[in-house]
Structures are given as C-alpha cells and as structure tokens.
C-alpha cells in the first residue's frame, strides 16, 4: 500500500482527533518534553502486556518498535495511542491518556521521512495534533466542578503593569467615562455570560474593544460593543441591510460574542489565548502557534512576541483592567458610579418613522431611543414591521398615539429608497470636499455616519452621503397624490394572554376605534380566546413633495429661503436632511418646493 493511499486512510481519523477536544478551562501545568516524562508503573497501553517488573520508560518504549517495521508502521501505531488516549481522557482517567500521547510522541520521533513529503506531512500534523491535546488535557485539570468556567488567571507580569500604568496615566479619562458607560450595558451582558457557564471576566472586554459604545467604529470597519467585522458578524448570525445593522444591537451582538468566544475556547483550551484569537482571528494565532520550535505550546505568554502589537497587547490589556476593576484602590484609582442600567420593552411598529419623531411623541429624549434602537443605521424604522425598543412604561403610550405618528416621506429625488448613496473614500478626501462633490452640508454627511467634527477619513472607506436629485415633472402635471393600499378581506384574530386591543390595532397597522367598529365593541375590554376581525394591513402612504435645486445667495438663512419658497421652516429643515443647528453658505445647492 502506498503513503498516500495510508495517509488518506489515516485522515479522517486525524480530523475527528483534532476535532474531539471538549472545552477545557482555567491555566495549565508547564509540563516535560513527552521524551522526559515518566509513566506510572499502573499503565496498560495498547499493544503492551502487563509483567511483574514494570521496565523503565525508555526501555519500555524501546520495546514497541520491533525490526522491520517500517516509518508508516510507526505513524499507524502513534495514531492508535493517540486515539486510546481521547478514550482514557473521555472517561477521566487523564494521567493515563498523557502516557499514552507520550508514547505515541515517542514513536513518530522515530520516524525518518526526510526524503518523503507526503510522511513529512503525516509526521507533523500527528505531532501538532499530540501536542494540542496535551495542552487541552492539562488544562482539562483545572475545570472548577460547578461549571461557571472562571478560568482566565489574574496575572501580574511587567506586560500588565504597562497597560495599568497607561490606564492610569494618558488613557485615565477614557477608562472613567467607558466604566461609568458600562452600567447601561454589562448587567444584561452579565446574565447572558453566567446563562451560557461562560467567566464573567470576558464581560469586561467591550470596555477595550469599544468603550462600552454601542455604535463604535474603528478604522478596521468593526463595529459595535464586541467590535464585529462585517464578515464575522454574518458569520455568527448577525444581519446586515439597509436599514440594520445587527452589530450596533447590544443584545444580539453579545450572543454572537459569546458564540465566538466559546468557539476560540474550544480551539486553543485556554480563555488567553483564545482572546488573541478574538482580536486578530483564529488562524492568525494558529499559523504562529505552528511556527513553535518547542514540541508544544506552553502558554499564552510562548506565543506573546510572535503576535502583532496590538493583539499582544489586548489580553495584557483585558488583564490591567481586570485588576483595576477587582481592587481599585490598591492601583490609585477611585471609580465613578455606574450608569443605570436602561430598562426598556419593545412595541411593533408596521410603518416608517424616524426616531425623533417618535422620541418627540413620547416626550424621550432623542438620543436615548437611539441608543436603545442602535442598530438601526438611518435613525428610522425600517420600511417593514420593526419591534421598537421604547424606556419601560412607555410602550402602552407609543401604542395609544402611534397611529397619529406621521409616517416618515422620503423627499423626491432621494437617489435610493435608503435614502443616501454609498461613497468611496479615495486619498486625500475630506468630509468637505465630498459634500461640495454631492451639493449636500458637511453637518449631513456627519450625521449620517455618526462622524465627530474634524473626523479624518481614510482612503478605501464607505461612508453614507444624504444623495439628492432634481426630480422632473412634467409641464403641467399635478404632483401625484397619496397611492391608497389594496384592501384585502378582514383577517380572524383570537385574543392570546396579555393582548390589549392597543397591541393588536399596532401590529396589523390600523387602529384601535376601527377593530372596535368592525367589530361592533362598545368598550377597549378583551377577554382570552375572543376571535376579533383586523381590519386589512394599510400601507402608510405619502404624499411626494415636487422638488428642485435652489442654490444659497449670500446673507440668506433656512428661514428666509423657506419663506420664499412657501415652505415650512421644519419642512425646508427635513428634505434637506439639515438641523435647526445648520449653517448654510453661499453657492451651497438646497431642494426647495416647486410651485
């Protein structure tokens, strides 16, 4: 039989070894090179006999190569050791499953295929996969019995102290706002870690990854609490259109965190080098525990000068704020109280309105409903039925008035139903140069990404730019009127435990006094099991506003060009997507209504 045709047969059984680890935790023992390890004179092993007087080791692993075999001999034999010691591990008994991956070590050092590729191949990926296993089964003997996994060691070491001492020095402020801002988020964050047996350690990370800001982006283009890519995010179930953006939701992301996060653990068997694999990805971290000259990886701390700077740094980093969090005072510190956490409940709503309209109808404050709603990217309900998350006690208000809620009417000549076009940053582009590009206001393109003022942009970003268009209209036309729903037949509802007819009239788009009318009802009074008639879904419809292109002549003002067009100061403000903040300049091209 050829290699090959051995190696092939000998893969599926390598895969499922990689594959069989069970998650570990906590640090592990620095343990010998296998050559130097001693068995315990209790151990059967496979293909061995039980005597009376036990041989030493190396006489007793000189015995299992007998002459004549031959380099894949010993390569079938190691994996039949290394496959009895998953065995042993799976029913507990670790210290004969570590012998039996000693000895399987031992036997693949015996191997010469230096003139072999495909041996060469075999012989390394056994050797990685023994070494691994080691690791994990050392690691194994530190799981605490009550499953709750606080496993990551509180390390001192002249690493952690550099990041302590920039906690207390240059990054103070930053530290001090992101754990006050912490209180909104990591109670939640910290009942999901304790659901899932996950060290409530790991609920301190948003703190380096984001600040505890829900809608933080960094220069990589991650995003979020937990600081997700695009592509790793979908990976973990988070979505991604128009409208949302999944990675902004705190709730959402964090189950995806906690997905990556136990993944990664089950990969390298330790929660510090699993947090490298968080910060610069798995095979990052796996190419360069590859690259070790030592037969198996002892720590994080082998792997730390190999890394790139800042995932060297992260888990030191996590580390320092771990202590400062757990004794503050004994680094000099005294920390602020913690934000409250934000108590809210959800409401469906089935038309598109911006948030700070409906934040205006329930008396919020604008910024709050959107950071409860963070993941929506336009500040608005999608143009779907969306559950709003609303401050606690106000979802039966929102239900009362949400009909009376004007639908949000994209101005005409919006470029997309999303209501901005997406641009490339090239080099040297600015916030200002790009607005001129598109006749819109720096101040627009700024809320639209959620930018600060002076924000730098780099080359190759996508950012969203408020995209405006001249809408042509026929001479003599009317501007067309509001487009009326198609009215389908009444649907049958029965009324399930906690209904209220406010909830009902919401999710099916219509009103309360019509369910009441249809149904003959003389008061808002339901009762569990009542079948009622809904009214047919209604699409809220706009009436398109017929714009044009105004250009901005010196001295004049929002309100002075809004006078003069018969418009609206709010209206005027709105289609042109500016503040009552905004300054406008000469030159600068506005929309206006036609006449």
């Not at 007087?53 to 007998?66: V, Y």
């Not at 006050?180 to 939640?188: D, E, I, L, Q, V």
């Not at 979802?395 to 949000?408: C, E, F, R, S, T």
């Amino acid at each position: 039989m050829s290699n090959i045709t051995r190696f092939v047969r000998l893969l599926p059984a390598l895969i499922l070894l990689f594959l069989a680890g069970c998650t570990t935790t906590g640090p592990y023992e620095k343990e010998d090179r296998a050559a130097e390890k001693k068995i315990p004179p209790k151990v059967v092993l496979p293909a061995e006999t039980k005597e009376k007087a036990q041989p030493d080791k190396d006489s007793k692993q000189e015995t299992l190569i007998s002459e004549g075999m031959t380099n894949q001999d010993l390569l079938d034999s190691a994996l039949e050791y290394a496959q009895a010691a998953s065995e042993y591990w799976d029913r507990g008994d670790m210290d004969t499953a570590l012998d039996a991956l000693d000895t399987a070590y031992f036997l693949i050092l015996n191997v010469k295929a230096d003139d072999d590729p495909d041996l060469l191949q075999q012989k390394e990926d056994l050797r990685f996969t023994i070494s691994k296993r080691i690791v994990e089964i050392h690691a194994s003997r530190f799981t605490v019995a009550s499953g709750d996994r606080n496993s990551i060691p509180l390390i001192m070491n002249e690493h952690v102290r550099r990041e302590l001492a920039s906690f207390k020095g240059p990054e103070r402020d930053f530290f001090m706002a992101a754990y006050r801002r912490s209180g909104r988020y990591r109670p939640a964050i910290l009942r999901a870690f304790k659901e899932a047996g996950m060290p409530q350690e790991l609920t301190w990370l948003p703190l380096i990854e984001s600040g505890f800001k829900v809608r933080a982006l960094s220069r990589a283009r991650a995003l979020g609490l937990w600081q997700f890519i695009a592509s790793t995010g979908y990976r973990y179930g988070l979505k991604r259109d128009q409208w949302i953006d999944e990675r902004m939701d705190p709730d959402k992301s964090t189950v995806a965190a906690i997905a990556y996060l136990k993944e990664l653990h089950q990969m390298f068997g330790d929660w510090t080098t699993a947090l490298a694999g968080y910060n610069c990805g798995e095979w990052a971290v796996m190419n360069r525990i590859k690259t070790q000259k030592i037969n198996y990886l002892d720590n994080f701390w082998d792997l730390y000068i190999k890394l790139p700077q800042e995932t060297a740094a992260y888990v030191p980093r996590l580390l320092a704020v771990l202590h400062i969090v757990n004794d503050p005072k004994a680094h000099g510190m005294t920390l602020p109280p913690l934000d409250p956490e934000i108590q809210a409940e959800e409401v469906m709503i089935n038309k598109q309105v911006q948030i700070k309209t409906l934040a205006g109808a329930l008396q919020v404050d604008d910024d709050l409903l959107e950071e409860l709603n963070a993941e929506l990217r336009l500040n608005m309900t999608p143009d779907s039925p969306y559950p709003l998350k609303v401050p606690e006690g106000k979802g039966q208000i929102l239900l009362a008035k949400v009909n009376d809620i004007p639908a949000y009417c994209p101005p005409a000549g919006v470029a997309s139903s999303s209501g901005y076009i997406v641009h490339k940053v090239s080099k040297g582009e600015t916030i200002a140069s790009i607005s001129r590009k598109y006749r819109t206001s720096p101040e627009a393109i700024m809320d639209a990404n959620d930018f600060k003022k002076n924000e730098k942009l780099a080359a190759g970003w996508r950012i969203k730019v408020p995209a405006k268009t001249r809408t042509v209209q026929a001479k003599g036309t009317k501007a067309p009127a509001p487009v009326a729903a198609k009215e389908d037949k009444p649907v049958k509802y029965a009324v399930k435990k906690g209904d209220s007819i406010y909830q009902i009239a919401s999710r099916n788009n219509t009103t309360a006094k019509e369910i009441q009318n249809l149904n003959r009802l003389n008061s808002t009074n339901l009762h569990i099991g009542q079948v009622l008639l809904i009214p047919p879904r209604q699409v809220a419809a706009c009436a398109v506003v017929p714009t044009k292109n105004y250009t901005v002549k010196g001295g004049e003002t929002p309100f002075m060009i809004a006078k003069k067009h018969d418009m609206e100061l709010g209206d005027f403000l709105k289609i042109n997507n500016l503040t009552p903040h905004t300054t406008i300049f000469p030159g600068q091209t506005v929309l206006v209504k036609t006449n």
